[in-house]
């Protein structure tokens, strides 16, 4: 799931296309309004990450069910604003809450698994991964605002490349798991053994995570781009949806990292 989430929508053909399409709208695009954007969306995905909380304690289908809408609702939005930029602003709103009640499921699924294994993380795995989050991002920034971290061509390149290796990794493992067989410390459940696979598993979600946050550096540069540009109001709406899409997938590999820290070097033994 957190390979659907990664944010291809951002690039330069696209981004040109989507603010062609929005010439006519009245004013210009900002970066406090992007800003502000994403930050109502990130609270309306945490609003929807603490109602996930209650329902899915009572209805524990619903968790399931929420996996497969977030992926639906994931695969769905992306498709439609490279189509339609003009629907960004509602598509956004659908994806936050979608993605949110997934993330807040999934949470309360992971610490429900170390309760149980009678081990605690001060604050809980949903903090812990959100203050991961905060920290990449303002880390991210920081590079980008030096110049250290341009976001160029080239390093959409790579990066692009090394995404799509990540990708095909997991719809390996995926497939394989089919016919009975798997690679498995691509899955959580290396997290609860020993020995080189759950390392291995730790190691690869650090560097899917590192990725993952990366792809800030190209969402900083397009924003960059766009105001410079002096791209309509109306494409805040497409810049904020693809600042949304990359820090779901940072979150979601934030949250995985804490919980495979926590199982396997036990936490706070409760």
Do not use: H
């Amino acid at each position: 799931m957190s390979l659907v989430s990664t944010n291809p929508i951002l690039a330069d053909s696209i981004l040109s296309g989507a603010i062609s399409q929005s010439a006519k709208s009245a004013g210009t695009c900002t970066v406090s309004g992007i800003i502000n954007k994403t930050a109502g969306c990130v609270l309306l995905a945490a609003l929807s990450g603490a109602i996930a909380v209650p329902v899915t304690k009572n209805f524990p289908a619903a968790m399931w069910i929420a996996f497969i809408v977030s992926m639906i609702v994931s695969i769905a939005a992306i498709f439609l604003v490279r189509r339609s930029p003009r629907m960004a602003a509602s598509i956004t709103v659908l994806y936050s809450v979608s993605q949110g009640f997934m993330l807040g499921a999934l949470g309360m699924l992971l610490e429900g698994i170390l309760t149980a294994n009678k081990i605690s993380v001060p604050g809980g795995i949903a903090l812990q991964a959100f203050v991961i989050v905060v920290g990449l991002m303002l880390a991210m920034l920081t590079l980008f605002r030096f110049g250290i971290l341009k976001g160029g061509a080239m390093f959409q390149s790579v990066l692009s490349v090394v995404t799509m290796g990540i990708f095909f990794m997991f719809l390996i493992s995926m497939v394989m798991s089919l016919f009975g067989a798997n690679l498995s410390w691509l899955s959580l459940g290396s997290a609860t053994g020993s020995g080189n696979g759950a390392l291995i598993g730790l190691g690869i979600n650090v560097v899917v995570l590192i990725v993952a946050a990366l792809w800030l550096i190209i969402d900083f540069r397009q924003v960059q781009d766009a105001v410079s540009a002096g791209a309509p109001s109306s494409a805040e709406w497409y810049l904020t949806f693809g600042l949304v899409v990359t820090l779901a997938w940072v979150y979601l590999e934030a949250l995985k990292l804490v919980f495979r820290i926590a199982m396997m070097f036990g936490g706070n033994r409760k």
